[in-house]
């Protein structure tokens, strides 16, 4: 099975790159959150649809071609996300026969990950400013780099230095609570072997150096965002250059302008992971004063029947009911619903507290 389907360019709204695919997000469960430890038995619950392997990414830089080689290098990558938590997930596992690492700087194999959560586009580091005479100033690093897309540097595998570089103004989104990294492997610098690489970012629509004023992107299903990865392979301690730059965009410079990213759908949870019937709800108080609640019924699954308990002894049978409490407490409201596949009930012990 292919990890994309065919799209028309105009559903995704603004210009990306390769607008004939879209490839998706798989939603772990809350109860399933993989935990980045480098051991990929969390991500058995993701089909193999959700693979992206090397035969999607193409050589834009060396002039190789796409003679892709499995024995030389071959990469799978799933990505994954959570309602609820604005983080994006990665299992990373490549198999290179021959790993560069021994150096402290950019000389190292890398999975370089872009990402543009709210498909603002264009470009975002200096070095493609709009105004040219601001490309080599360092007050426009500060300004403008990785402000409204984030460029990521992994190096795989990290030794002696951080699990990633990342390339703009804004060092502080690769650190906890924002990211975290962990990797497997048993080679040493100059071998061959595999890597396990699992990770978490959060994407920003805003993102400038101080981390009180950032915006993070939310991520809800459906959504679409811009992103792409390009994986730099060394295979000579002693050159200078990367030996390949595959990238999924297909475009080199994918790593400086969020126009050239991919679309990526945050899907919604699989139905093998659901139970037939669930009940869930929200409510909203619309006049504190005179103790009147909006209630919206969220529940999962075939539904023909509602009843809700207001905690007040009243009750009622409508899908999105409001009502008027008489006098003020802490009560605690129930949802139980019923359909031809199962019921459940949802009960919220005081979130509904009224003067």
């Given amino acids: ?7 028309l360019a105009a559903t995704l709204g603004v210009g990306l790159e390769r607008p004939d695919v879209e490839f998706q997000v798989f939603q772990f ?11 990929s038995s969390d991500w058995s619950i993701v089909p193999d649809s959700y693979s992206i392997g090397t035969g999607q990414l193409r050589e834009t830089v060396i002039g190789i071609g796409n003679k892709h080689d499995p024995r030389n290098l071959d990469v799978k990558v799933k990505v994954g996300w959570v309602k609820g938590l604005n983080h994006l997930y990665f299992l990373y ?26 498909l603002s586009g264009g470009p975002f580091i200096r070095q493609m400013h709009p105004n040219k005479q601001l490309r080599n100033r360092l007050d426009t690093h500060f300004l403008f780099h990785g402000v409204h897309a984030q460029n990521y540097h992994i190096f795989t595998p990290s030794v002696g230095k951080d699990w990633t570089m990342v390339w703009g103004c804004q ?13 497997k492997y048993n080679f040493k610098h100059g071998e061959s072997g595999k890597l396990v690489l699992e990770f978490y970012v959060t994407p920003f629509d805003h993102a400038p150096p101080d981390p009180t004023r950032a915006i993070p992107t939310k991520l809800t299903e459906n959504k679409v965002i811009g992103m792409s990865w390009a994986v730099l392979d060394y295979d000579d301690e002693k050159s200078k250059t990367y ?15 969020a126009s050239d990213l991919v679309a990526f759908r945050l899907m919604p949870i ?29 529940s999962y699954g075939e539904i023909n029947s509602w009843n809700w308990d207001f905690g007040d002894g009243q009750s009622s049978t409508k899908r999105h009911p409001i009502h008027h409490y008489d006098k003020p407490g802490e009560f605690i409201v129930t949802l139980s619903v019923k359909g031809p596949h199962g019921k459940a009930r949802r009960a919220k012990v ?6």
């Fill in 171 to 183: 060092p502080w989104i690769k650190d906890l609570p924002y990211a975290n990294a962990a990797t």
């Fill in 350 to 355: 005081w979130d509904v507290t009224l003067p």
């Fill in 29 to 39: 469960p809350a109860n399933q959150i993989p935990r980045i430890d480098g051991d």
């Fill in 1 to 7: 099975m292919t990890p994309m389907f065919l799209l």
């Fill in 243 to 257: 030996a390949g730059f595959w990238n999924l965009s297909h475009k080199t410079t994918m790593y400086g302008d």
């Fill in 270 to 298: 699989a139905k093998a992971l659901r139970k037939p019937v669930e009940a869930d709800w929200s409510f909203r108080v619309i006049s504190r004063k005179d103790r009147v609640v909006s209630f919206r019924d969220r």
């Fill in 93 to 118: 596992e490549a198999h290179d026969n021959y790993w560069d690492f021994g150096q402290p700087g950019l000389h190292n194999d890398i999975f370089e990950l872009v990402v543009d959560g709210d």
